[in-house]
């Protein structure tokens, strides 16, 4: 497995004239063009099938589809708003047990509205959903893409660094799905 989240940092950020460390959401996607998806892809791959999301990310990756970004991290954190604020689509992958998720399923996600909701901040940590970035972008810029949970079956979460055959073949089904999804974007269909 590829280490990208160090690359994509530092190929990311440039200095402004007086030296000061700026980030440039819109320079770069697949062949150099705006990203109009964004695969976000998580897990601890430390913890054999935890780490799937991250797989069906690189595999994302891997294929180079123009305007899809695809990113691969440990956790959802309130920093990855700043890339989904950029995009008109979002799709985030998890693994799932088989037990809740006997295939790879793709819903809709939406921002966690609450009764009597204020402009201000979410309570939000280190660890965030979906749905908390999600509405964390629509405070914060005004803004929320159309979004999506990927899951993927997952047999087992003990240590090790390894993907079972069950959710290897569904990593693979995975990819094959979300690149229907965003290719849909393209041709103006906006279901999977």
Same mark, same amino acid.
């Given at each position: 497995m590829?280490k990208?989240?160090d690359?994509?940092i530092?190929?990311?950020?440039?200095?402004?004239?007086d030296?000061s460390?700026?980030f440039?959401?819109?320079?770069?996607?697949a062949?150099?063009?705006?990203?109009q998806?964004?695969?976000?892809?998580?897990?601890?791959?430390l913890?054999?099938?935890?780490?799937?999301?991250?797989c069906v990310?690189?595999? &994302?990756?891997e294929c180079? &589809?123009p305007?899809?970004?695809s990113?691969d991290?440990?956790q959802?954190?309130?920093?990855l708003? +700043?890339r &989904?604020?950029?995009?008109?689509?979002?799709?985030?992958? +998890?693994?799932?047990?088989?037990?809740q998720?006997?295939?790879?399923?793709?819903q809709?996600?939406?921002?966690?509205?609450h009764?009597?909701e204020?402009s201000?901040?979410?309570? &939000?940590?280190?660890v965030g959903?979906?749905?908390?970035?999600?509405?964390?972008?629509?405070?914060?810029?005004?803004?929320?893409?159309?979004?999506?949970?990927?899951?993927v079956p997952a047999?087992?979460?003990e240590?090790?660094?390894r993907l079972? +055959?069950?959710?290897?073949?569904a990593v693979?089904e995975?990819?094959n799905?979300i690149?229907a999804?965003?290719?849909?974007?393209?041709?103006?269909v906006?279901?999977?």
């Open positions: 590829k990208s989240g690359k994509w530092t190929a990311h950020i440039t200095a402004d004239q030296g460390a700026v440039n959401p819109r320079e770069y996607g062949a150099g063009e705006d990203v998806s964004l695969v976000i892809g998580w897990g601890n791959d913890l054999s099938d935890d780490g799937a999301g991250r990310a690189l595999g &994302i990756r180079g &589809i305007g899809v970004e990113l991290v440990h959802l954190t309130p920093e708003v +700043d &989904i604020r950029c995009v008109s689509r979002v799709v985030f992958v +998890d693994a799932k047990p088989s037990y998720c006997p295939g790879v399923s793709i809709p996600v939406y921002s966690e509205k009764e009597g204020s201000m901040l979410p309570p &939000i940590g280190h959903s979906p749905e908390e970035l999600l509405r964390l972008a629509g405070l914060l810029y005004g803004t929320e893409p159309e979004a999506w949970l990927v899951a047999e087992t979460f240590p090790g660094g079972s +055959d069950t959710t290897l073949s693979r995975a990819v799905k690149q999804l965003v290719s849909n974007e393209r041709s103006g906006n279901e999977p």
